[in-house]
């Protein structure tokens, strides 16, 4: 986890661009710190619940990266009355002009990023939809204040090589900076522009106009990045342990105590060259068995054996064997469970447990 | 909820069998509470954080149904010198000696049930697999006795038919009285036949042989068991409540503030002959709207849009407006989730809220 908080820094150092971690896939307090240098610095949330943990925990300067809907309203001023300075996103004329309409005359206007579509993924703005831009722009007064633009590049997840994640990050760039251009040749002040995605970040070249990247997944990786080429799989920082309950040698697969409540129900890698069902099976340091992966997954049980058609052996494990499952995506197989275990280097001993938070 | 419990309840009693209610789909004491009658009677566990739970709670007839392992010796131990009657189920002669062979000689010994596989779901003994189960049994002496055999046919909810579901029954019942009959030929008792999934006890018409039935999802139904045809939608109890935050007309489409950290990534009704997404969409009220479920699932954003194909209108919404949207899967969507909020029947008004346990 380290070496992975290392390189993004680096990364946007390089890029001379700010970094502003976003904390959905860790959503704890320790690791947060890491991420964010110990300095309390810049972050992005998905939840407002997020983004009161972090101000209860010092930190003052956070994005709300969903689209803020009127009956947060009120969550959102009393994050700032207690003085933190809670941006939010939009993309409608109507949220916008009832977020101005809010609050009393002692709140502080909410700053507002207009969120921008840069590649059809989910929702936002066209870049050079001026009528739209302007529109929500114009009713940015009052209980509300225009602060920039930002954009997510979701389709990048779906890149299958170097150049399609280079073309993912210059389309996010410039789907972004142009929204801010738009705005600006309108007589608007867009001072932010917030990009990013893992993959986008890394694999930029030039960010030209932005003011700040965000990115969260890089902070343990998993299955589905590398298997987008993001990282190694030795950079995957998050592991499920299980232990084998049942030997089934005549069906060639192990039974374990981890199921989706463990894994999560993710299957991001089936969509991708290496299916990796629902995780890479590991030794307990970590050492990939070859080809052996979680083939399915009920509550408390999963199956482990070797991938369709492979040629590997299938290790030989007894009952009360204890396995390393990686998981296809670090998001979701967190958001299982409500603490880390937290190894040293060798994954040989535990050395803490770090507590997660979750909820709205 | 209170219909359903009664529903289980009756159908129990009706076939002269006991019920020991399945903790894990609802994790919450205010439920158990209810699926118990309020006695604290029998119940089912899948994790041994659950029972210590429970324990705390004052429960003492338990059933753990997940295969023990070693690492899981003490603890299991632990519960049983608290004064529960905590008994566990294994699946080997090499785990039966093992538990058979840890404690100390102040240890009372562990009741197991033998695990049995009446439908090729996952573990067990076959049930006429008389040289295993002979074996097993010879080795449960000291720490541990025999206390009798358990089944769970999981294929029953890929059941399609009435038909399908009454054979699945009768596999689940003949498997375990089998599995009983053939330990008693060998001269070991075998008190308790435990079977036992929401689908097959509901379409059972003879418990005989049987002493104890175990469900658990019944308690709130779900899209699964609505399509197969155990419940109808309406008598599904668990809805998550999310906010429209973006309209997207053109795309016939809106975006919503819940995804796959709300309804979890279960597609199990994607093998169903009515595929509802990530969940069928209803008003505030539980009304469902035809057709209009969710189609795609972010971390905190879901996509509601028609069914493919349908040719009903797409109702009209604002940002803000609030949908309920019910699960796929109750179990998985109940374990994203820290607490129920729970409502009167008209679904108006929130009258209380009820804490969900979690962890292993």
Redesign the interface.
Known sequence: MARNIERMRAKAAGLRVGLRPHV?TAKCLEVIERMTGGLRGPVTV??LREAERLAEAGYTDIVYA???????FDRARALRRDGVDLKVIL??A??AA?LAGSGSADDSPVPVLIEIDSDGH??GVKPHDGALLGAIADRLTGGACLAGVLTHA?ESYSARSDEALRDFATLERDGAVAAAETLRALGHGAEIVSIGSTPSVLFSEDMSGVTEARAGVYVFFDLVMAGIGVCAVDDIALSVLA??????AERGRY?V?AG???M????GTASQPVDQGYGLVCDLEGNVYPDLIMTEA????G?IALRPGSTAELPKL???D?VRILPNHA??TG????AYLVTDEARAAVVDRWLRF???
Do not use: F, M
């Open positions: 959905k998905s939840t969903v689209g803020l809907t009127p009956n947060k993309d409608s109507e949220t009832a989910r929702a979701g232990s084998v309950n049942t030997v089934q039974v105590d989706w409540t463990a999560s129900r993710d299957r009920n509550q408390e049980h199956a007894a009952v009360g204890l998001c979701a958001s299982q469970h409500e979750g909820g709205w």
